[in-house]
């Protein structure tokens, strides 16, 4: 029998500031038409967030979004600028989540590192200075997962997956860490202003053995729907990285998940699954998954959760989302049969899925 993989371990991380209110208040003087401030607010109402947190503080005055000035009217920062600030920033908070899935524990054992990001890139990069900051054996074998969005901490795990499977004493440790915040931009068109109302800053850190404990990783698939390649793109630009989410998005999940269901599941009904980590890309976003595995109840509440108390972390959240879970399970060692699937969507339109297990040591 193969090895089987383990997430033993999850930690998190935000920053200090919780932006959300301060965006809502600011947003609309960025429109020119009333028509769209008011649909600008509608969507602020029925966004079910209530906090999202940044590393920028906000600014008490209505007229000013931050107090450091980083975005002031007329002259919203260069993409160096930003990455300059990533650069800063990035470390403490990759530490702070690795601290939290308790690395030092772990850390004479580490054979991997692997590091998710679409927000911000250097070299000598964060893996590099994270293995430095934890002393970690200068062998470690790093790699780096870019540019890949919401779903990168899949891949991630995936790639753990088939380390500890082909070389079973690895101890793999991912960081997926984003700054989405850092990249608002100054702008009249409401899909992007819409856009930035759920994207946070948030990192979140775990560790893979095969050491049968926590949430077993078993089996993945890449789904990606067809005709549906410009609904979610990401590029470099002058000004910053150019997000773009279709409001169409929802739409196009809510058609296309059903019929890849039977591969995501392998053969499984929906109703054999019992726990539903989706990443929370959006309220309609999960609502059209909802609406897909047709579950009773509502089973993405551990999802829903999570957007609620801290937006839309990109890579980050769907950790976010398992850690809830496995906490619950160890906390009281729920019933049932433990089985979940995972979920997250990017760029192509993809849905990246897992399947996964909680198993107690």
């Known amino acids: 029998m193969p090895t089987a993989a383990y997430i033993n371990a999850i930690g ?7 932006v959300h209110d301060k965006f809502v208040s ?4 960025l429109l020119t038409d009333e028509r769209l401030r008011k649909l600008f607010r509608r969507m602020a109402e029925r966004c079910q967030i209530e906090h999202r947190y940044s590393f920028f503080e906000p600014d008490p005055d209505p007229e000013v979004l931050d107090t450091g000035g980083f975005f002031t009217r007329g002259a919203f920062p260069d993409t160096a600028t930003r990455m300059k600030f990533y650069e800063r920033h990035a470390l403490g908070l990759a530490t702070a989540s690795l601290e939290a899935a308790g ?26 200075e ?10 470690v074998e790093r790699t780096i997962i870019g540019f890949m969005g919401c779903y990168a901490a899949m891949n991630a795990l995936k790639a753990a997956r088939h380390i500890v499977r082909s070389e079973p004493g690895s101890k793999v440790a991912i960081v997926n860490l984003e700054l989405c915040t850092l990249h608002l931009q100054e702008t009249a068109d409401i899909e992007e202003i819409l856009s930035f109302l759920i994207f946070a800053d948030g990192c979140s850190a775990c560790l893979v053995s095969a050491e049968p404990d926590g949430i077993e990783l078993q089996g993945f698939r890449a789904t990606v729907i067809p005709g549906s390649a410009d609904q979610i793109t990401w590029h470099i630009g002058r000004n910053g990285f150019d997000m773009r989410l279709a409001g169409t998005v929802p739409g196009t999940i809510g058609q296309g998940l059903p019929d890849a269901l039977p591969s995501i599941l392998q053969g499984r009904s929906p109703s054999d699954v019992e726990l539903w980590a989706v990443h929370p890309g959006g309220r309609s976003i999960l609502d059209a998954v909802a609406g897909a595995i047709e579950g009773k109840g509502d089973q993405l509440s551990d999802s829903r959760a999570v957007l609620r108390d801290y937006g839309n972390m990109s890579s980050a959240t769907v950790m976010f989302v398992l850690k809830r879970m496995l906490d619950r399970f160890r906390d009281t060692r729920m019933g049932g049969n433990g089985l979940g699937c995972a979920m ?7 849905a990246e899925s897992m399947l996964f297990r909680l198993a107690a040591a």
Not at 12 to 18: E, I, R
Not at 26 to 29: Q, T
């Open 103 to 128: 690395i030092e524990r772990h850390r004479d054992g580490i054979t991997h590192l692997i590091v998710t990001s679409c927000t911000g890139f250097y070299a000598p990069g964060l893996d590099l």
């Open 26 to 29: 600011y947003a609309p003087a």
């Open 344 to 350: 997250a969507f990017g760029p192509g339109l993809t």
């Open 12 to 18: 998190t991380a935000v920053p200090t500031h919780d």
């Open 130 to 139: 994270l293995a430095r900051h934890f002393g970690l054996d200068p062998s």
